[in-house]
């Protein structure tokens, strides 16, 4: 167990930046920079270790009770 | 309706205050009204009293899925304030000051408007320079505004540490004197209450769950106590903002986030400003019961769950104590926290929506209530006459899309750390 002040947030997990040299719409852009569905119950999302192994992960918590469901590597893809 | 005055109040006392009049009724919602406004806050409730007042639409019904007053309204710690540089933020703002100073005569109804003046400090030469550039940027748009040196702040708040041997030693601080605190349940009731004598139906225990569209046109919304139909619909659910874009398959420039506040055991008057620390987010304001009201940071990742954890509070009670040392001697009286509509420039919307007769007001963050009267004004004009006013104009749903985004503090779209 580690303490919640050692990790740092880095939002929506689901979010995905559009591929490079692709043509993509203004409403592709703007899902990719502003919109964002922040929903009542499992979320997931980008968190740091920061003040340890610096680490970035996805978890997917409950917004609503913060009761982490599951975690993976950055890299992991979300099934 | 009875008219609230020293004379009124001398009869009821006579009559061992048993006779007076409920303040709004508790009818039970119609099949059909002209506009619904969805959510019971500040400006839900300011929302229906414009319309009523200025556009003569009085078919309105309130939807609240809780009590009135039970959301953002009733948990803020109501600092109003127009110190805008933008000058879309700087008037809209400067417009809601005006409606403050009559809000009590307007509204038959004290909601304690206190015009005690705000200071944001500062502690660097270079945040002394921004102060005087917003200062200036102010009073091109009409707003009072004041850069005070060092001994200037000292003599306006001298518990402050003013010590030599501190990490953020006070430089100065910018003013706007006009600025204040009012009663934030007072607002809600006092629209409430004049709204509903003016024919607006309040439906409390009632949560809308779901809308009717069709063929790119609202038609009503589906609630917990049955169907209601309107060709004009108002969103005004602030945190809730998310859930109901859902509902509507928008998705929105909002995340939703907890912002905390706590007071103190109340003390002897000792503040008379409300001060921000200007090297972190710490904010603090004396209650008229003397309790010190204090908030600041964003628990910091997305949340719905109205109440906050210790990590963010310790966080912002260290700025206060560095800020003020006697701090340190107070106990804790209460601590609570509610959901924010956190936009993606920090800017609020008030606009049409793509759905014919759907509107929608949000992305207020934590600076709604000193916004209520103003965005009640303004939505209920941009319902009213089907087209925005030049007062809200700015705060369009497609600048993020064109790019006039209004970013007052330049953070960016990570929400969470604004
Ligand atoms: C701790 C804290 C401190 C703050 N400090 C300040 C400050 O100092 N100055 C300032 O200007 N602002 C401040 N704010 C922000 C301000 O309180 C809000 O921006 C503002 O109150 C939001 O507008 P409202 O009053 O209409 O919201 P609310 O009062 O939250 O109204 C929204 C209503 O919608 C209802 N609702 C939601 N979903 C549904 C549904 N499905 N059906 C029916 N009803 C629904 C809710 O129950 C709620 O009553 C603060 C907020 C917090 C939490």
Known sequence: ?79 | MQKYSVFSLVKNALSNHENWDLAWKDPTPKKEYDVVIIGGGGHGLATAYYLAKEHNITNVAIIEKGWIGGGNVGRNTTIIRSNYMHDDNALFSEFGMDLWRRMSQDLNYNVMFSPRGIINLAHSDAQMNTYARRGNSMRLNGIDAVLLNREEVREIIPMADFSENVRFPIFGGLMQPSAGTARHDAVAWGYARQADDMGVDIIQNCEVIGFDVSAGKINGVRTSRGDIKAKKIGLCVAGSTNILAEKLNMTLPIETHLLQACVSEPVKPVLDKVVTFGAGHFYISQSDKGEMVMGGDLDGYNSYAQRGNLPTLQHVLTEGIAMMPFLSKLKMLRTWGGIMDMSMDGSPIIDKTHIEGLYLNCGWCYGGFKATPASGWTFAHTIAQDRVHELNAGYSLNRFNTGHLLDEKGLGTKTWIS
């Open chain 1, 1 to 79: 167990m580690r303490s919640q002040n050692e990790f740092s947030y880095g939002g929506d997990a689901t979010v995905k930046r559009p591929e490079l040299g692709k043509e993509i719409s203004d409403q592709d852009w703007d899902n990719f920079v502003y919109n964002r569905k922040s929903l009542r119950g499992k979320h997931w999302e980008l968190w740091q270790h920061l003040s340890g192994c610096r680490q970035w992960i996805k978890v997917q918590r409950d917004t609503a009770t913060h009761e982490i469901f599951k975690t993976l590597k950055a890299n992991e893809d979300i099934s």
